[in-house]
């Protein structure tokens, strides 16, 4: 197939262009100018003591700061700790091409929670990881370096391959069983990456990917917020967001053109906000369960039926169905059209949800030092 660039192999401000991802950093959580001698920041397991190693991943996304602290638990791993917090980063983002104040301060908020909490729970070894919002903004090396002095975090800005390769890493096991090839998304806050996978081993082999600059609150931020619009209005916004999606997307849909018409059985499964949203709405939840969402089959019909009703829906009413509330009120409409985007491209008579990715897949990836847990192998890079 043919390939193209993604979005965050152009060079950016604040971003090296060919600088490297995938590394452990070196992280700290202390300050370094007060170390502490009986916590040193990076340490390994000695002997076979009864303390078994933990493990953390933070995700610092456009819309959401989220954190996992696990230790491993046969071919698995039980996680001991979590936090996650609508932080909204990326908010003005695409007018501005800069991360605002009121955004930092949220997101810093966010981290020393985080930076705490490791602290807490000794962890040893770790990889935090900040995507979209700080690819594009100009002042994006900035804030990772003021992270740094403040918490003693420290963020490795992913390259959206990286990205789309962690997804696939940490939700890959929830894949409707079946042969031929199947594909796995991610709708993030500032971008979605699309990735078509082949079943074969322990974990699917990356055929293509893609990765576009179109996420929930950047989609939001471009179209427009429909706080206070009319019934016509929020329909027209919600055609302009579905065309600007489509645009982005038609290069992957004509290069997977073969494969979808090479299987009997197309397979989709989803990892975000907007499709765990939207199954808790399915499921008619009144509070968000993970355990009823995660790995739970929704037909397709269905979630473009929950996506209709909420294209049209008033704003103030959004805000107060059960597992939207304020916090996702303005941004569902733009996941919505993501995902009806995706399955005009894909037509899957079902999709699979995911309330897991990013952080798992970076799981996986630390305790793939010390075990035996198979990591998909990178994405071919793409040809000039």
Not at 159 to 175: D, I, M, N, T
Not at 192 to 214: K, M
């Amino acid at each position: 197939m043919a390939d193209i660039s993604p979005p965050d192999t152009q060079k950016r401000a604040g971003h090296k262009q060919g600088q490297t991802s995938g590394k452990v950093a070196d992280f700290r959580y202390k300050r370094p100018s007060a170390p502490s001698p009986r916590q040193p920041a990076l340490q390994r397991p000695r002997g076979n003591g009864h303390i078994r190693q933990a493990y953390a991943a933070l995700d610092l996304g456009t819309n959401n700061c989220r954190l996992l602290i696990a230790r491993p638990s046969g071919p698995d791993f039980t996680v001991i700790d979590a936090f996650s917090r609508v932080v909204r980063l990326g908010e003005g983002l695409a007018m501005s091409g800069r991360l605002s104040d009121a955004a930092m301060e949220r997101a810093m908020g966010a981290l020393h929670i985080c930076a705490e909490k490791l602290r807490r729970r000794n962890v040893q070894l770790a990889r935090s990881v900040a995507t979209e919002a700080c690819r594009r903004a100009a002042n994006g090396a900035e804030f990772i370096a003021r992270v740094r002095a403040e918490t003693g975090i420290a963020l490795d800005i992913i390259s959206a391959q990286e990205e789309a390769r962690l997804a696939v890493l940490g939700c890959h096991v929830l894949l409707d069983r079946g042969t031929g090839p199947a594909i796995i998304f991610d709708i993030g806050g500032g971008s979605t990456e699309l990735v078509l996978v082949e079943a074969g081993g322990a974990v699917p082999r990356i055929i293509d990917w893609q990765s576009v600059p179109w996420g929930v609150v950047s989609l939001s931020d471009t179209i427009g917020r429909d706080e206070g619009a009319s019934g016509e209005q929020r329909a027209n916004r919600y055609r302009a967001m579905r065309r600007t999606v489509l645009e982005s997307f038609a290069p992957f849909a004509e290069r997977i053109s073969g494969a979808r018409a090479s299987t009997e059985t197309i397979r989709l499964l989803g990892t975000s906000g907007t499709v765990t949203t939207l199954a808790s709405l399915h499921l008619e939840l009144t509070h968000y369960d993970r355990r009823a969402v995660d790995g739970l089959i929704v037909p397709a019909p269905a979630m473009r039926a929950i996506s209709d009703r909420l294209s049209t829906m008033p704003f103030d009413e959004r805000r107060t169905l059960p597992c939207i509330g304020p916090d996702r009120a303005d941004l569902v409409v733009a996941g919505c059209a993501i995902l009806e985007s995706i399955l005009d491209i894909w037509p899957a008579a079902q999709l699979g949800v995911a309330d897991r990715g990013i952080r798992e897949g970076i799981l996986r990836s630390l305790m793939a030092i010390d075990g035996p847990v198979r990591v998909p192998p990178r994405p071919r890079a793409r040809p000039a």
